[in-house]
């Protein structure tokens, strides 16, 4: 399925997410470019700007054995990069507030008007909080 422009609005009212996913988008080129405010809470604030090479280290993104993810591998890189749509892509996210929680993402490109890839967007939600956050 492809999802037109404009990205932000389509993607908010495809996802239903104006208040319980969260959603961020990026242009072509990989920048991120909009984040709605859930996205802002479940990652410790979207570094908008930021570019694919920077997602992994900016927002504290780990596969859910607790190695860094690969920049390239996560499924907003995928969408962008690689035109891919990704289904339930499960990551631990650790915010600078000593917090984390295992996310479930699904992503896919955003396509404008002319048929052209013009970004894509990630829809994700809190799964849980990891394991090791449970071992005393």
Known sequence: ERVSAPAPDRALEDAGARGTYAVVVADNGGTIVFANDRAHTVLGNVRIGAGVDDYSCMHGIFTEDGRPYPATDL???????????VFDARMEVRRCDGTSSVISVDARPIFGNNGEQIGGVAIFDVMAKPDHDLIS
């Open 75 to 85: 499924p907003l890189s995928r969408a962008v990069l690689d035109c891919e749509n």
